[in-house]
């Protein structure tokens, strides 16, 4: 691979259509302010560098960031690439990731408005997000040890895993299918609404209204807290071990728990069991 040290450069697509490039302490900045650096590349591997204008990677095959920082400058950053991997960097760009796929980030720190839309095969470890509309619409993902803040997640996914996960959020869920989630502590208004096959295991749940018009829909000794009109019109089967505020007409199923505040069935669709079992 091609050295490069000490550099900072700003040129129009400074460094477009190379390959095998090994940049260390680099600054992509200047007052050029050229966009695209790295477009059609591939192999390309940075480490310590800073990366401030817009579009360095669209189109790149394989990308390997180590400490490196994507300012809030550097805006959509990561576009129509694939085998991307970063590791304990700070990604600070608006729309950094967009229809990518084979991403792995490890120990990052990640603010990012509507980060990772379209893109499939990611794997999200030990690391914070911050952002609005995160994961929208994306396949096939790993999550473990994320700690996450912000509105609408994981929005239209499809075949995600969340495993040891922090979530402070809004409207979570929605439209997802094949979701998993363990190990977990999840806040939120409205969560999972019209999900398919949501299943949520040893979780702490907390917020209003939670897990409505969902098919098929599962949780396994969960908490909630904070919970009210929970489950209308969805299919269920759950046990909870602790007390929900209020259930609202369950469509079909059965949930087991020791207490409930309310149980409200004003909907003759609502055939849906509810087993108070302490």
């Keep these: 691979m091609k050295k490069i040290q000490n550099l900072s450069f700003d040129e129009e697509r400074a460094f477009y259509g190379n390959k095998n490039l ?23 591997k940075a480490t310590q560098c800073l990366f401030d204008l817009r579009y360095p990677f669209w189109h790149t095959k ?29 990604v600070y760009a608006v729309k950094a990731v967009r229809e990518c796929s084979n991403v792995s980030f490890d120990g990052c720190d990640i603010r990012s408005p509507e980060c990772f839309w379209f893109s499939k095969n990611i794997s999200v470890k030990n690391s914070k997000m911050q952002g609005e509309y995160f994961m929208f619409k994306c396949s096939k993902g790993v999550f473990e040890n994320l700690d996450f803040q912000g509105k609408y997640s994981f929005q239209y996914t499809k075949n995600l895993s969340l495993n040891n996960c922090v979530l402070v959020t809004k409207d979570a869920f929605w439209h997802a299918e094949n979701v998993v989630v363990k190990n977990s502590v999840v806040t939120g208004e409205y ?19 939670p897990f409505c018009y969902c098919e098929n829909l599962t949780l396994k000794n969960c908490k909630m807290i904070g919970c009210d009109l929970a489950f209308e019109k969805s299919s269920v089967k759950a046990t909870v071990t602790t007390k929900v505020d209020s259930i609202k007409n369950p469509k079909s199923g059965k949930i087991t728990l020791p207490e409930v505040g309310e149980i409200i069935l004003d909907d003759k669709g609502a055939k849906g069991k509810i087993e108070i079992k302490k």
């Design 62 to 90: 394989k990308i390997s960031l180590k400490n490196c920082e994507l300012s809030s400058s550097c805006r959509a950053p990561l576009w129509y690439s694939q085998n991307i991997d970063i590791q304990q960097s700070k």
């Design 191 to 209: 969560l999972g609404w019209y999900s398919k096959n949501l299943t949520l295991e040893n979780c702490e749940i907390r917020g209003t209204q």
């Design 22 to 44: 090994d940049l260390h302490n680099c600054k992509n900045q200047g007052e050029a302010d050229g966009e695209s650096a790295f477009k059609e590349c591939e192999n390309i």
